[in-house]
């Protein structure tokens, strides 16, 4: 299973972008799905994530400007970033719960490599 990120670069405070993972491979079925953040020298830390459901949960730093979405007939989670400040600056992972197929209902957690999201005049 593999996860692929895109959509990263740089930004204008108060512009938008929207990151797109797509994940490939073999897969049974994908559970929840997220996104999260790290600075350099800091934790890493949930952005957001999205439940089978459709379930949302957001950090406060990014409630009302920042939206989850997927896409299951395309595996792909979705997050649209408005409203951009300096402190989302960030590389930002792509996680997936995924049940690879031939694992029954097995869980594993699995990661994206990471796009850069830089906000700066």
């Known amino acids: 299973v593999q996860l692929v990120e895109s959509g990263g670069g740089l930004v204008q405070p108060g512009g938008s972008l929207r990151l797109s993972c797509a994940a490939s491979?073999?897969?049974?079925?994908?559970?929840?799905m997220g996104w999260y953040r790290q600075v350099s020298g800091q934790e890493r830390e949930l952005v957001s994530s999205?439940?089978?459901?459709?379930?949302?949960t957001y950090s406060d730093a990014v409630k009302g400007r920042f939206t989850i979405s997927r896409d299951d007939a395309q595996n792909t989670v979705y997050l649209q970033m408005n409203n951009l400040k300096p402190e989302d600056t960030a590389v930002y992972y792509c996680?997936?719960?995924?049940?690879?197929?031939?694992?029954?209902?097995?869980?594993?957690?699995?990661w994206g490599q990471g796009t850069q999201v830089t906000v700066s005049s």
């Open positions: 996680n997936a719960v995924v049940t690879p197929t031939g694992y029954g209902y097995n869980q594993w957690p699995y």
């Open positions: 491979g073999s897969i049974f079925r994908i559970w929840d």
């Open positions: 999205i439940s089978s459901s459709d379930t949302t």
